[in-house]
């Protein structure tokens, strides 16, 4: 792990009267003779950048000189160093941002570059390192066993995707590494695994997973997802379209928790679970996340947690036409939890939402095949909180759960101020209300 201290260079002695410092030097004041602060930050320059410098431009060097002469004085983020530019080489191991793009020694992998797979420049990682990855293809299978490494797309999910081609698992983290290091801007596709097709993670990693999309894949335990003893992020995250033949696309179990944020699990298939997010122990946390449009079996055929969870969490999050062979939509069993502002509507394989323990209440729940709640053993009872309408989701078939101006789900959500919408306002039920939605 790197370690970068800012601004730790030797001490200067302070500039005399009439005199100013700048880069460590001390020059005569011209203009302004009282040095006034005419950008009203922290300086005494007179000019109106709000940086610590008397010039205009965003360089680190001080002045509108290429001091380097490397070609770049706007945004080169060391004028002193002209091996350090926008564009420049990347060298790991040097302690430098190289390329000015905001990751320290990251290694860059290209068709035509010195890394042409992925897994060739995980290879050539040491902890701590990035690895930067170009847009393309890549049918390969992944694994971080040893390393700790991130792994960043240059474009995003929709531009860079790992194809496995059916040879496996796209990706296998099991070498202990936390959320410091990202996994960040991958569609991931074409797994198959009997303990989850697209991710499986183990041994206690956590990596932060985000933009990502995970497509496509198949197993038999988890879908798309499998998580053992992991306390992994997701955030911003597409889980689509993958197959599980006896468990959950995204299946949790151990004693860690993992949380969902702004997840989107749509149009998956399992025949023995949860069509959506199955927690099967420790914990978990979901927030603003959509589960719609999915097919799955079990007790809790979209959202299933299991009684062995406990301190499950889920909020704002909207579970929607869902359909299957199975008893709830969204079911909890004798673990504890915190179940509030959340949306249950539309679910033809079976009844709403079922919350033997644990609660939170601010749910609406309606249209689902049955019963729309079932609280703590009472067959159709609506808790004092609760709301039993219609939420008036702006396209359900077109998996935009939205609200309509009318509906009845605005305003509706616990009035804590910790729930409230980003603007302030009171919490609105389902996934686009609370603090972490997002617009």
């Known amino acids: 792990m790197l370690l970068l201290l800012v601004g730790c260079g030797p001490a200067q002695a302070p500039c005399g009267a009439g005199t100013h410092e700048k880069d460590g030097v001390c020059f005569a004041d011209v203009g302004d003779s009282g040095r006034g602060d005419a950008d009203a930050d922290t300086d005494t320059d007179t000019d109106t950048d709000a940086d610590t410098d008397a010039d205009t431009d965003t360089d680190s060097g001080g002045d509108d000189v290429d001091d380097d002469s490397d070609g770049y004085v706007e945004d080169d983020c060391n004028d002193a160093d002209a091996s350090v530019h926008p564009g420049a080489d990347e060298a ?43 847009p393309g293809t890549y049918v390969e299978t992944l694994r971080l066993s040893t390393t700790w490494v991130g792994l960043v797309s240059e474009a995003g999910s929709a531009d860079t995707i790992v194809d496995a081609n059916g040879a ?34 183990w041994q206690q990693s956590a990596p932060a997973f985000r933009d990502m999309v995970i497509t496509g894949n198949s197993g038999r335990w988890a879908g798309g997802i499998y998580l053992d003893n992991s306390a992994s992020t997701f955030e911003d995250v597409a889980v ?13 179990q151990g004693i860690e928790s993992p949380s969902f944020t702004r997840v989107l699990v749509a149009d998956n298939y399992s025949d023995g679970d949860a069509g959506g997010i199955a927690i099967w122990g420790g914990g978990a946390t979901i ?5 719609v449009n999915n097919t799955g079996a079990g007790t ?12 499950v969490v889920v909020y704002n999050t909207v579970v929607a036409a869902n359909d299957g062979n199975g008893s709830w939509a969204f079911h909890t069993e004798l673990g504890t939890g915190d179940y509030r502002n959340n949306i249950i509507a539309f679910n033809s394989g079976g009844h709403g939402f079922s919350a033997w323990s644990g609660g939170g209440g601010y749910n609406l729940s309606y249209g689902n095949n049955g019963y729309n709640f079932f609280l703590n ?21 077109a998996g935009d759960v939205s609200l309509l101006p ?12 910790e729930y409230n919408d980003p603007d302030g306002t009171r919490n609105d039920l389902g996934a686009h209300g609370g603090p972490f939605a997002t617009e």
Do not use: W
């Open 92 to 134: 790991s191991g040097d302690n430098l941002d190289n390329d000015c793009d905001g990751y320290v020694d990251e290694l860059e992998v290209c068709a035509n570059g010195m890394y042409r797979t992925i897994m060739a420049g995980v290879y050539a990682a040491v902890d701590g390192d990035i690895v930067q990855v170009c």
């Open 406 to 417: 009318t509906s009845p789900a605005i305003n509706a959500g616990d009035p804590g101020a």
């Open 377 to 397: 053993g009472d067959e159709g009872e609506v808790g004092a909180t609760d709301i039993e309408a219609d939420p008036q989701l702006t396209s359900v078939a």
């Open 240 to 252: 689509t379209a993958n197959t599980a033949l006896s468990g959950a696309t995204i299946a949790s």
């Open 287 to 291: 927030l603003n996340s959509v589960i």
């Open 300 to 311: 809790g055929y979209a959202l299933d947690i299991a009684k062995q969870a406990e301190g």
């Open 168 to 201: 496996g698992i796209v990706l296998l983290v099991e070498n202990g590494q936390d959320g410091s290091l990202p996994i960040e801007g991958f569609t991931l596709t074409g797994g198959d695994h009997e303990y989850g097709g697209g991710v499986q993670v």
